[in-house]
């Protein structure tokens, strides 16, 4: 295959280790980047002996930064502070804001024709952030910035089949919306296989999707977030984003990306990838009214979100 340059930012984190692990693993990766702060050294000389094609090299601190994206096809940014319990996604907001505020303006400098898939929280807001800050140094392509909601889609084929009794790996279904709470939106009218479901099953699916990351820091009883799960989920929207870019047909998965499908300015729905990062952005079918009602009532939610991150970028 072609030469691919991944980079990952924030790869000595508990979502960026396994996410490099990951990203080493795959086929469609020829040079892989490893950028943090500290520790990155240390992660890309044990990863660099396995034996697999990708070439790894660590990179740290701000001073390395430009090297580690020069070249790069795709950079993934897990870089941030997790959720701790009590703390929602929106008390990330402040910290998590200014540290993707930064590395998008290196990545504007060293790699502005690549794909971007960010999975900082929250990601309602940070994916604005980085389209504002890409915008200001006038290197912005809305087709090739991503908010990564795979996590969400996973969730959602997890506990669908769960509650079928169903093999999961032949399971799917679009999550539209956003990546926090009620703007998380699993579409169980258009599952595959399709099942009978009860309105009191769809909402017990809905809020458990929507509540994953917070039974995640429940049960890791404040020692974090969700993280091989979640590098699971970057890795599998990466590796969709490579096949688009090698000119694979029919790659399509689920993203937080700008739209006009709905009169919210950013939002994940199914989209078509291809060479250029996004080739067509997916409407949502048919919905039901349990569907309708929800897109209603996160509307309000998400634009907040989105004006909170293209401000804190203005001001
Ligand atoms: N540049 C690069 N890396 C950074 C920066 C920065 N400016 N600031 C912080 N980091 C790194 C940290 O050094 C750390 O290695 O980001 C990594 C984050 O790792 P963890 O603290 O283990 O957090 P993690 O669980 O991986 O979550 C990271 O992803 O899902 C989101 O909500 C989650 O926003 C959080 C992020």
Do not use: W
């Not at 490099?20 to 050294?41: C, N, Q, R, W």
Request: a positive charge; aromatic letters at 6%.
């Amino acid at each position: 295959g072609p030469k691919r340059k991944v980079a990952v930012l924030g790869a000595a984190g508990g979502i960026g280790q396994p996410l490099g692990l990951l990203m080493k693993l795959s086929p469609l990766v020829t040079d892989l980047a490893l950028f943090d702060i500290a520790g990155t050294p240390g992660v890309a000389c044990d990863l660099s002996h396995v034996n697999t094609q990708a070439k790894v090299e660590g990179f740290a601190g701000d001073g390395e930064l430009g090297k580690a994206l020069t070249g790069c096809d795709l950079v993934i940014i897990p870089a941030g502070v997790p959720r701790k319990p009590g703390m929602t996604r929106d008390d990330l907001f402040k910290i998590n804001a200014g540290i993707v505020k930064n590395l998008c303006k290196a990545i504007a400098e060293h790699c502005p024709k690549a794909l971007v898939n960010i999975i900082s929280n929250p990601v309602n807001s940070t994916v604005p952030i980085a389209a504002e800050v890409f915008k200001q140094a006038g290197t912005y392509d809305k087709a090739k910035l991503f908010g990564v909601t795979t996590l969400d889609v996973v969730r959602a084929r997890t506990f669908y089949a769960a509650k079928k009794g169903i093999p999961v790996e032949g399971v799917d279904l679009p999550v539209v919306g956003g990546h926090a709470g009620i703007t998380i939106l699993p579409l169980f009218s258009q599952a595959t296989p399709k099942m009978d479901m009860t309105e009191k099953e769809i909402d017990t699916l809905t809020k458990r999707t929507q509540d994953g990351g917070t039974e995640v820091v429940q049960a890791k009883a404040g020692k974090g977030s969700a993280t091989l799960s979640m590098a699971y989920a970057g890795a599998l929207f990466a590796e969709a984003c490579l096949k688009g870019l090698n000119g694979q047909k029919n790659v399509i998965e689920c993203s937080y990306v700008e739209s006009t499908i709905t009169d919210i300015p950013f939002f994940s729905s199914k989209v078509r990838l291809g060479p250029k990062g996004i080739a067509e952005v997916l409407g949502l079918g048919k919905l039901t009214a349990y569907e309708k009602k929800a897109l209603d009532a996160m509307a309000k939610e998400l634009k907040a979100s989105i004006r909170n991150g293209i401000e804190f970028v203005k001001k």
